[in-house]
């Protein structure tokens, strides 16, 4: 049987070759995966939430900091570099290139039943994101 952290791992992978599809796939039918953006629920959201990343950033590389399992459920501290150098599509507009180079750290639980991900929450810092990439001006925080 396949394991939560060997579905993790290939996950990973499949960022790293921006395959939107071959994500998607690991995942059940009617998954969704909850980020401080929103839900994305079903295969087709979810290949839509990458591609719009893969566009935005086609650099975008990520990497797994630390690994931890427990059952059925894999979780990882991870960092995601890349450049913005194609608009980033919002539900509130785009957001033009502004050609900086961005790391994102956050943490994933993924939890894997029958070889799938049934459930996936993804936790990292949106304010410093867009700080990041000039967006929020100096000295404003999140409160």
């Keep these: 049987m396949t394991t939560a952290r060997e579905i993790s791992d290939r996950y990973t992978e499949a960022v790293n070759a921006h395959d939107a599809e071959a994500i ?3 995942y059940e039918d ?3 995966l909850s980020d ?3 839900e994305f629920t079903g295969r087709e959201a979810i290949v839509g939430y990458w591609r719009t990343y893969f566009d935005a950033f086609p650099d975008l590389q990520a990497r797994d900091e630390h690994r931890y399992d427990v059952g059925d459920t894999a979780m990882n501290e991870w960092s995601v570099t890349g450049t913005h150098s194609e608009p ?3 539900p509130e507009g785009a957001i033009p290139a502004t050609g900086k180079r961005t790391t994102l750290r956050g943490c994933d639980i993924l939890t894997v039943r029958d070889g799938l991900i049934q459930s996936h929450r993804a936790y990292y810092d949106q304010m410093g994101f867009l700080a990041q990439l000039g967006l929020v ?3 404003v925080t999140a409160s």
Excluded: C, F, I, K
Aim: proline share 13%; net charge negative; no cysteine.
């Design 137 to 139: 001006p100096d000295g």
């Design 30 to 32: 009617g998954a969704a």
């Design 36 to 38: 401080p953006t929103g």
């Design 24 to 26: 998607a796939a690991l």
């Design 88 to 90: 980033l599509e919002t």
